[in-house]
């Protein structure tokens, strides 16, 4: 197999490697001729809308449309794996470089990222220095908060939410001591026999968690303050709860479960070490699909970062190569560029945090796009619906309620869909549940059964998708696999205003891919109809 090749170290690059790095790093470019060709759309098409180019748009405040009651852990959220790795060559290095002294990390809450992987090492028993590995990253941890803080205070919609690691930090003292300098003029490079046993001196766990309370002491009011009181991880919080706020996720390596946010680390998927580019996707792609079926109030923390030593490098599994087996020369896709498409296939359902190398444009756009179901559509929409503790589905724009309507013939097996004005004590024929069949469908669809088990079903239609404006009729539930015209996609979907908002859905008719809805002209008559349409964005 031979080392992948390319012209260049890619788009967005702000630094020209010294010639031994480059050596390393000029395969890293895969951009436009690697796929096939086509012009980027709005959710991206090329391997470089996923990979190293952030673009040029900036994505500032992209949280302040979300309701303030929305759970961080029903939110997607792009994020950087090793945040501030931009030294070392390409076995160390994760992001483009924009600069040190987390002139990086100010490039990255910009274009959109909003959580962020920060390694960390004691210098000089005083100050925190940001490391991969025995590798200083020419940024320190005063750099990261002063940053993360102008960056909030200029933008207090957006909140950041840090996994915070202590680097190596234990053990005996080694020749490698970044201690005397605040921004410490450190050794390029280490030796091949530096490893995590030598350290800037010999610190404990306690003297890691002490000097992190300074810190937080330092930087009053920037930390959401239950994820760093040090008396336990917090519950998880509302986005109200953490606008302008930096949320510690989790303090690793520091011998203490007293910080960060519950269930940070339970959801989570890194494999930082899978064997091949094929295997680290499938182990993503697993834990984003998970993500997205879970209605639980869990955090999902996804690395879709890995590497192999120097078999298989970050950029590498993030950006794909090209490899030459038996004179015939394939492509193996990036993580990267697999999650864009992934995500570009559908608009539903959060992806949680996922912690990205060289992350570009379109596929932080696509994690971005996740919280869509989070964004107030206004009043209300005819494609929107609010289900009540009673059972009832009442239309968000019109507020009558989904009935039951009369049977087609005496056998009472199917008949229309209608609405009317929701009553006070809701009758049988106005109560609906949602159920995902047990023999059937993989795609984590519902049916939407009346109280007598009826199914809502799109009709039939001599096997032609009916066009919008269709009434909806209830019908006998099918058993088989191929019944999407009784499958619907639920989608949450807030209505009201970013301050006081309500949870409610749009109901996403498999076969059809329109929206559960009313007619505009009989929205008024008790025995309306109840339609399809065209899903509001």
Same mark, same amino acid.
């Given at each position: 197999?031979?080392?992948?090749?390319?012209?260049?170290?890619?788009?967005?690059?702000?630094?020209?490697?010294?010639?031994?790095?480059?050596?390393?790093?000029?395969?890293?470019?895969?951009?436009?001729?690697?796929?096939?060709?086509?012009?980027?759309?709005?959710?991206?098409?090329?391997?470089?809308?996923?990979?190293?180019?952030?673009?040029?748009?900036?994505?500032?405040?992209?949280?302040?449309?979300?309701?303030?009651?929305?759970?961080?852990?029903?939110?997607?959220?792009?994020?950087?794996?090793?945040?501030?790795?931009?030294?070392?060559?390409?076995?160390?290095?994760?992001?483009?470089?924009?600069?040190?002294?987390?002139?990086?990390?100010?490039?990255?809450?910009?274009?959109?990222? &909003?959580?962020?992987?920060?390694?960390?090492?004691?210098?000089?028993?005083?100050?925190?220095?940001?490391?991969?590995?025995?590798?200083?990253?020419?940024?320190?941890?005063?750099?990261?908060?002063?940053?993360?803080?102008?960056?909030?205070?200029?933008?207090?919609?957006?909140?950041?939410?840090?996994?915070?690691?202590?680097?190596?930090?234990?053990?005996?003292?080694?020749?490698?001591?970044?201690?005397?300098?605040?921004?410490?003029?450190?050794?390029?490079?280490?030796?091949?026999?530096?490893?995590?046993?030598?350290?800037?001196?010999?610190?404990?766990?306690?003297?890691? &968690?002490?000097?992190?309370?300074?810190?937080?002491?330092?930087?009053?009011?920037?930390?959401?303050?239950?994820?760093?009181?040090?008396?336990?991880?917090?519950?998880?919080?509302?986005?109200?709860?953490?606008?302008?706020?930096?949320?510690?996720?989790?303090?690793?390596?520091?011998?203490?479960?007293?910080?960060?946010?519950?269930?940070?680390?339970?959801?989570?998927?890194?494999?930082?070490?899978?064997?091949?580019?094929?295997?680290?996707?499938?182990?993503?792609?697993?834990?984003?699909?998970?993500?997205?079926?879970?209605?639980?109030?869990?955090?999902?923390?996804?690395?879709?970062?890995?590497?192999?030593?120097?078999?298989?490098?970050?950029?590498?599994?993030?950006?794909?190569?090209?490899?030459?087996?038996?004179?015939?020369?394939?492509?193996?896709?990036?993580?990267?560029?697999?999650?864009?498409?992934?995500?570009?296939?559908?608009?539903?359902?959060?992806?949680?945090?996922?912690?990205?190398?060289?992350?570009?444009?379109?596929?932080?756009?696509?994690?971005?796009?996740?919280?869509?179901?989070?964004?107030?559509?206004?009043?209300?929409?005819?494609?929107?619906?609010?289900?009540?503790?009673?059972?009832?589905?009442?239309?968000?724009?019109?507020?009558?309620?989904?009935?039951?309507?009369?049977?087609?013939?005496?056998?009472?097996?199917?008949?229309?869909?209608?609405?009317?004005?929701?009553?006070?004590?809701?009758?049988?024929?106005?109560?609906?549940?949602?159920?995902?069949?047990?023999?059937?469908?993989?795609?984590?669809?519902?049916?939407?059964?009346?109280?007598?088990?009826?199914?809502?079903?799109?009709?039939?239609?001599?096997?032609?998708?009916?066009?919008?404006?269709?009434?909806?009729?209830?019908?006998?539930?099918?058993?088989?696999?191929?019944?999407?015209?009784?499958?619907?996609?639920?989608?949450?979907?807030?209505?009201?205003?970013?301050?006081?908002?309500?949870?409610?859905?749009?109901?996403?008719?498999?076969?059809?891919?329109?929206?559960?809805?009313?007619?505009?002209?009989?929205?008024?008559?008790?025995?309306?109809?109840?339609?399809?349409?065209?899903?509001?964005?």
């Amino acid at each position: 197999m031979s080392r992948p090749t390319s012209p260049d170290i890619g788009a967005g690059s702000r630094r020209r490697s010294r010639p031994l790095v480059r050596l390393l790093t000029v395969c890293a470019a895969l951009g436009a001729g690697l796929l096939a060709p086509g012009a980027a759309g709005a959710a991206g098409s090329r391997n470089q809308d996923a990979y190293r180019d952030l673009g040029s748009t900036t994505r500032l405040d992209w949280m302040a449309n979300i309701a303030d009651d929305t759970s961080l852990a029903a939110m997607s959220l792009p994020g950087t794996h090793d945040t501030l790795s931009v030294h070392g060559g390409a076995a160390v290095q994760t992001q483009e470089d924009f600069g040190d002294s987390a002139k990086t990390l100010k490039a990255q809450l910009e274009h959109g990222i &909003r959580a962020i992987d920060i390694r960390v090492r004691v210098s000089g028993g005083v100050s925190f220095t940001v490391h991969h590995g025995v590798v200083y990253q020419k940024a320190n941890f005063d750099d990261v908060l002063s940053e993360t803080r102008a960056f909030l205070k200029k933008y207090p919609s957006e909140t950041v939410v840090m996994r915070l690691r202590s680097e190596c930090p234990y053990g005996k003292s080694g020749p490698v001591d970044c201690a005397h300098e605040q921004k410490p003029k450190c050794p390029e490079g280490q030796s091949d026999s530096d490893d995590c046993s030598k350290k800037p001196q010999p610190v404990t766990s306690s003297d890691v &968690r002490t000097l992190f309370g300074k810190y937080v002491s330092n930087y009053r009011g920037l930390f959401y303050s239950p994820s760093v009181s040090g008396g336990g991880s917090a519950p998880v919080p509302r986005l109200a709860d953490v606008r302008g706020k930096l949320v510690l996720g989790s303090f690793d390596n520091v011998d203490s479960g007293a910080y960060g946010i519950q269930t940070f680390n339970k959801n989570q998927e890194d494999h930082w070490n899978a064997e091949t580019v094929d295997r680290k996707w499938d182990y993503v792609k697993g834990n984003v699909d998970k993500a997205a079926r879970d209605e639980n109030d869990e955090m999902y923390v996804t690395y879709a970062s890995a590497s192999k030593g120097l078999t298989r490098l970050p950029f590498e599994y993030a950006g794909g190569y090209w490899q030459e087996q038996g004179g015939v020369r394939t492509e193996v896709q990036g993580v990267n560029y697999r999650l864009m498409k992934h995500l570009n296939a559908g608009d539903s359902g959060r992806v949680g945090t996922v912690m990205m190398d060289f992350p570009g444009w379109a596929l932080i756009d696509n994690i971005i796009s996740r919280n869509n179901g989070h964004i107030p559509k206004g009043g209300g929409n005819r494609a929107i619906w609010l289900v009540n503790s009673d059972k009832t589905y009442v239309n968000s724009q019109y507020r009558r309620c989904m009935v039951r309507g009369p049977e087609f013939d005496s056998s009472k097996s199917g008949g229309l869909v209608t609405q009317r004005e929701c009553q006070s004590k809701a009758p049988s024929s106005h109560q609906w549940g949602a159920e995902k069949p047990t023999s059937f469908d993989s795609k984590g669809y519902f049916q939407i059964k009346t109280s007598t088990g009826k199914c809502l079903t799109v009709p039939y239609n001599n096997g032609t998708p009916p066009s919008a404006g269709t009434q909806l009729f209830w019908w006998d539930c099918e058993t088989r696999w191929f019944s999407g015209s009784q499958m619907w996609n639920v989608v949450p979907t807030k209505i009201g205003s970013v301050s006081d908002s309500k949870k409610s859905f749009r109901f996403i008719n498999n076969w059809t891919n329109l929206c559960l809805s009313m007619d505009p002209a009989t929205a008024s008559a008790n025995g309306g109809k109840v339609t399809q349409d065209t899903c509001p964005k």
